[in-house]
């Protein structure tokens, strides 16, 4: 069954400090990859995506994403977090060709001042 | 996203009665989608239409029907409402032929709670 991993329920991290947000996917072929932010009472939020090309992506909010074909994974990174970056991150596949996206189960990133 | 509302935002019912959620979008996609989210299983899709004569289950389709309306609306129903439906839902849209590969645009969401 195709699948899409985060390992971590939570990620905590102190203001100013770098985070990473990891994630790990088992999807058939050269899948796009997807990360999405969703604050309380909200729906989620794309952030950026990987479709071919250069392994670093760049989003919204000074988020990037590194992806990884040998170890099917695509990270989830920011140089420097703030407060306002406390949110639930899920991270998404979709094959090609395919017509659904799979998410993982989210992971909960918390930024302490 | 304003682009696609939810109605209601929260819902509390017993269990054996029939619910209706109801999504609309502003943003001219041919797709369109029903997730639930729970917590620790992220979102999983119940149903999703590629246009309006286009509909397909998903993954947990049991106990749910959709409807697509017209483009810009698609409503989801629970025809005998269960505690364990009890959830987060979420409407979402997308449209590849924009080019957008497939990033999907979400509504705010609806929490319903079956008693």
């Known amino acids: 069954a195709q699948s899409v991993a985060q390992p971590e329920d939570q990620v905590n991290v102190a203001e100013g400090n770098p985070l990473t947000v990891k994630c790990t996917y088992s999807v058939s072929g050269n899948p796009y990859l997807f990360w999405y932010v969703q604050y309380p009472n909200r729906g989620l939020q794309f952030l950026l995506k990987y479709i071919t090309g250069d392994n670093l992506v760049k989003g919204s909010y000074g988020f990037e994403a590194e992806f990884n074909k040998s170890q099917t994974s695509f990270h989830l990174k920011k140089p420097s977090a703030l407060v306002s970056d406390s949110a639930l991150y899920f991270c998404a596949a979709l094959n090609t060709g395919g017509f659904k996206t799979i998410f993982g189960a989210g992971t909960r990133l918390f930024v302490k001042a | 996203d304003a682009d696609v509302t939810q109605t209601p935002r929260n819902r509390i019912t017993k269990t054996g009665k029939r619910i209706m959620l109801e999504c609309s979008q502003t943003?001219?996609?041919?797709?369109m989608y029903w997730y639930r989210q729970d917590p620790g299983l992220g979102l999983r899709l119940i149903y999703y239409?590629?246009?309006?004569?286009?509909?397909n289950k998903g993954e947990i389709s049991d106990g749910y029907s959709v409807s697509r309306q017209a483009q810009a609306k698609f409503s989801l129903s629970l025809e005998s409402a269960i505690p364990n439906q009890t959830a987060l839902y979420f409407c979402a849209t997308s449209d590849p032929d924009r080019g957008l590969v497939d990033e999907q645009f979400f509504g705010p969401g609806t929490r319903l709670t079956v008693l």
């Open positions: 239409s590629f246009d309006v004569k286009d509909i």
């Open positions: 943003k001219g996609h041919d797709r």
